[in-house]
């Protein structure tokens, strides 16, 4: 494993006492020789910011200012015309290695002698990445198996919502990965311009320790992907469905619950909803860190489930069950809510946002019908909605600790060239391919892709994810991008606090199976295989199972925060 030099001219801050956290917060945490792999079951805690050896941040000059100027990153510019792209990096370095990288795929691999991997590799300056493409759907959980045994190559992807798969990502991280401190610290936009000029939270994000006591083990594991922020995930309304029903947009979760009654048929075959399950707990003001939060009159740290808030979204969820205003095959997980929704069966789904703009451009193909648009916030009972936001970065790339210096110097140059925003050749390449080839300008001047782009470059992952972009903006169809932009303007008075901002906070393992065990049995309640009023019962067997054991740990990480 990378050793750090003792002359270090930079000095690794206490991820406890940075803020604040003392010797009570790092109990059950290892205290373990520098070079040894460290394992635990007691979660991990530290904070993500106020780093002193993190790249020191250099703006990058945008060759093209935005159309539209928001507020990033929960409410992101955007461009509504595309520009002529400029080069971003004129002195092009010169690599001759060759490295594999795991990256996650959904639907087929593309094949790797297609032209698009010969101009990509000739453009960033001749470093061969070959990938090693693996089912996305599976990733998370194989990724665990992977690592362990040593068999993802020089470098591999992974999203922060695969994180949860390992018992211990932090182990995992130490335990397995390339320390980058001593060569991305500090000074580095001569040789590296755009990694210095991503933003300081992103790198802060990609910091682990191997001691949270130890100063000196705090470091930077990973290149990070694109920070990003704002609300991903909506429900989307068919609003053509709607208007042709008479049913006016609902600004409540009571007057939703009207519109699933008035427009639902089950003898008919529609339904409100193929599935509801992860999205609304925001309706009901419930979020927090892995259901926890800090209740100021209480003074005490209190789980979603102890709330009544809980029973609502619950009794909400069963009775869109009883009343038949969801698929009756919800509970296998397997409906295919989007395809559901082209068809007009099904009138609302919970997906990512960007399925809107999907939906859109499929109807201007004429691959489908009708307009979609996501429901604004609501909330139950006269209260305030909330949105529930979150910053952060989508995930990393980390790097084989085998590797050598100057192969992982020659590996960060290619992540300097992918981390070229919108607006750059450098981009224009990585996410389009080659003109004529993988895309065509369309009548409204935006790149369009072809049948073989679509296929080898717009479904796939291949090195888009390798940096996160100096910046992102909302890009695309020039309608789409308006709406989707008035519409980030239009949440951000609803946006949730996030009481644990600046720190990481992962819940001992016993905490997560007992939260994986709580899971199922709000499915049962939902889905009418366990009746309401067992819900005490499940309180009782989350908190017997792991659940006070998490509440003094998220309760020792809110107060580092807070100071309370």
Partial sequence: MPVHSSNAPFRRRSLFKAAGLGAAGAAGLPVIAACSDIESGKGSTQVTEGFDFLPTREEWPLPVEPDLIGEPPNHPSAFTSYPEPAQAITDLPSGSGTYEMTVAVWGDAPAQDDPYFDAVTQAWGGTRINLRQADGNTYGD???QWIKAGEYGDAIQLFSWMTGSHANFRETVVNNFYDLTDIVTGDIADRWPLLAALPSEAWGQSVWSKDPEDPDSAAIYAIPMNYSGGQGNGILARTDLMEAANLAMPTTVEELLEVCRAWSDDAAGTWAFAGLDWFIGQWFGLGGTDGWNWDPDQKKMINNIERPEFTEMLEFRRTLWD???????APTGTLDA???QKAGTVLFTQDNL?????FVLQVKRGEAEGEVAPLPPLAAKGRTPQVAMASGVDGWTFLNKNLSKEQVEEILDVANWAASP????????LEYGVEGEHFTIGEDGTP????LGSQIIQSPVNYKQMCGKVQTFLTGDPDMVQKRFEYNASIQEYAMDNPFEGIRVEGPAESKAAGATLWDQQQDIAHGRAELSSIPDMVETFMNNGGEAAREYYTQAYKSVHDK
Avoid at 354 to 358: A, H, K, L, T, Y
Avoid at 422 to 429: A, D, I, R, S
């Fill in 142 to 144: 194989t990724s665990v």
């Fill in 422 to 429: 919108y607006g750059t050749k450098e981009f224009e390449l």
């Fill in 448 to 451: 369009v892709y072809t049948a």
């Fill in 354 to 358: 960007i399925r809107w703009n999907d």
């Fill in 323 to 329: 009343e038949k205003l969801i698929h009756p095959d």
């Fill in 338 to 340: 989007a395809a559901m």
